[in-house]
């Protein structure tokens, strides 16, 4: 640029406005050279600490129910047989009420009926000797059941139909009634009660709303008293009772169950 000597107040005025901008200019420059690049990469840490804090670490599936059994009534009514017994055989029959406080709980008042016989080997020992084995049947068992559903699910049947069913689990407690076999020459069979404990596997398998196909697998326990079939000539009764021991039964039932 050129500067004329006619004018030396505006020559100064101009060379401070170029001198000034200079300086501005080069500390931009250097300002901007010191700011740390951005980089590119993705902060792990950052995206862990956001999504998975501790306010994020509860948490619950949500599922639409097709056949939904909260706060609802039902009634079932099963049959089957009595397993693990050695001694008797026969039919068992279940029935039930009770009410779902949500999906997930409920409360189940069941009635367990036997009709058994003597099997084949106890049958036989009979037969040829006259004597039966110091044996109690099981008569009726009355509970009241806490059921519990961890399981709800559907599934594809030969890819035609979408099946829905649950599965429960039920504690309880009851009176377990059980008749204790005398020979027939030496008094009647005695009725017993004692306190009773089960715990019940079933799952439901979905037709409606308001039906569906129920299988049971039953366990009871109960302490009984055992008692000899038959005295010999010289003893009394108090030589009958041969003290108490732990009964287990089980019993697998099929059966419906009907919702309101």
């Known amino acids: 640029m050129r500067i004329t000597k006619g004018h030396p107040k505006r020559a ?21 050279d ?22 994020d670490s ?59 016989t003597d099997n084949a080997s106890t049958s036989f020992i009979a037969n040829q000797n006259g004597l039966k084995p110091n044996q109690n049947k099981f008569a009726n068992y009355t509970s009241v059941n806490a059921i519990f559903v961890p399981f ?42 004692t306190l009773g404990y089960n715990f019940d596997f079933t799952q439901q398998l979905f037709f409606s709303r308001h039906l569906a196909f129920r299988l049971d697998i039953k366990n009871k326990w109960s302490k009984q008293n055992l008692y000899r079939y038959q005295l010999n000539s010289n ?7 041969l003290g108490s021991n732990s009964q287990q039964d089980t019993t697998v039932l099929f059966g419906l169950t009907f919702f309101f």
């Open 12 to 32: 100064r005025w101009i060379q401070s406005f170029l001198f000034l901008s200079f300086v501005f200019i080069l500390s931009a420059v250097r300002a901007e």
């Open 34 to 55: 010191k700011t740390p690049e951005k980089s590119d990469k993705l902060d792990l840490q950052k995206l862990e600490d956001k999504y998975w804090s501790a306010k």
């Open 58 to 116: 509860d948490f619950a599936v949500v599922q639409n129910r097709t056949y939904p059994k909260d706060k609802r009534f039902f009634a079932s009514g099963s049959y089957g047989l009595l397993f693990n017994d050695s001694y008797s055989n026969g039919k068992m029959y279940n029935i039930a009420a009770g009410y779902y406080f949500s999906e997930r709980w409920g409360l189940e008042f069941a009635q367990e009926v036997g009709s058994l």
């Open 152 to 193: 709800y699910a559907k599934m594809s049947f030969v890819d035609r139909a979408i099946l829905y069913f649950d599965i429960q689990i039920a504690l309880g407690v009851g009176t377990l009634n059980y008749d204790s076999i005398i020979a027939e020459a030496q008094g009647p069979t005695r009725r017993s009660s």
């Open 235 to 241: 003893e009394t009764e108090a030589a009958r009772s």
